[in-house]
T-cell receptor, first 110, second 112 residues
Framework: GENVEQHPSTLSVQEGDSAVIKCTYS??????FPWYKQELGKRPQLIID?????GEKKDQRIAVTLNKTAKHFSLHITETQPEDSAVYFC?????????FGSGTRLSIRP | DTAVSQTPKYLVTQMGNDKSIKCEQN?????MYWYKQDSKKFLKIMFS???????INETVPNRFSPKSPDKAHLNLHINSLELGDSAVYFC???????????FGSGTRLTVV
């Protein structure tokens, strides 16, 4: 079955700097790659997604890149702000379900 | 108007008891899911339903029994609760396969 690996598990960046979270997957047939943000005590929320027919997608300060050949995709957050502090999950669709990565706890230092 | 609502939000119960969690979505989505989030924040799928039919049962113990009376509702009944069942349970829905989920607010289950 599909396997998703996510790195790093924790990430601390200075406010205003950029943050990058990387994921790899195993099933080359996967074609939908969402990212979720989960704030403390709250539900995961979809923040951006990408399909296999595009290599990059941007939405204001966040962007996702996909390399289908290498089977990896990344989340980029620029100009980080305190409200970006959360756990971020990458995910991959596979056989009628979404498989989640293990999560990255992002902390923004003032 | 909440898109995916779960009740209760918190559930504290003793080992051996039976409990239920309810989920309702008003998005008109065809597919609903139950995920379990453990203390390390790992999200693991338990069940998937499409239009009231069970699609995925991800090697969950028989003590867990989902029920979908219609495509807007997916409930989870748990028999003979064990300490290891303590977790946050999230309901989610999506329009169909290959689309993002909308999650409910979660049910924090604590078994003592």
């Amino acid at each position: 079955g599909e396997n998703v690996e996510q790195h790093p598990s924790t990430l601390s960046v200075q406010e205003g700097d950029s943050a990058v979270i990387k994921c790899t997957y195993s099933d080359s047939a996967s074609n939908y790659f969402p990212w979720y943000k989960q704030e403390l005590g709250k539900r995961p929320q979809l923040i951006i997604d990408i399909r296999s027919n595009v290599g990059e997608k941007k939405d204001q300060r966040i962007a996702v890149t996909l390399n289908k050949t290498a089977k990896h995709f990344s989340l980029h957050i620029t100009e980080t702000q305190p409200e970006d502090s959360a756990v971020y999950f990458c995910a991959v669709d596979g056989a009628s379900k979404i498989i989640f990565g293990s999560g990255t706890r992002l902390s923004i230092r003032p | 108007d909440t898109a995916v609502s779960q009740t209760p939000k918190y559930l504290v119960t003793q080992m051996g008891n039976d409990k239920s969690i309810k989920c309702e979505q008003n998005l008109g989505h065809d597919t609903m899911y139950w995920y379990k989030q453990d203390s390390k924040k790992f999200l693991k799928i338990m069940f998937s339903y499409n239009n009231k039919e069970l699609i995925i049962n991800e090697t969950v113990p028989n003590r867990f029994s989902p029920k979908s009376p219609d495509k807007a509702h997916l409930n989870l009944h748990i028999n003979s609760l064990e300490l290891g069942d303590s977790a946050v349970y999230f309901c989610a829905s999506s329009p169909r396969e290959g689309y993002g989920y909308t999650f409910g607010s979660g049910t924090r289950l604590t078994v003592v």
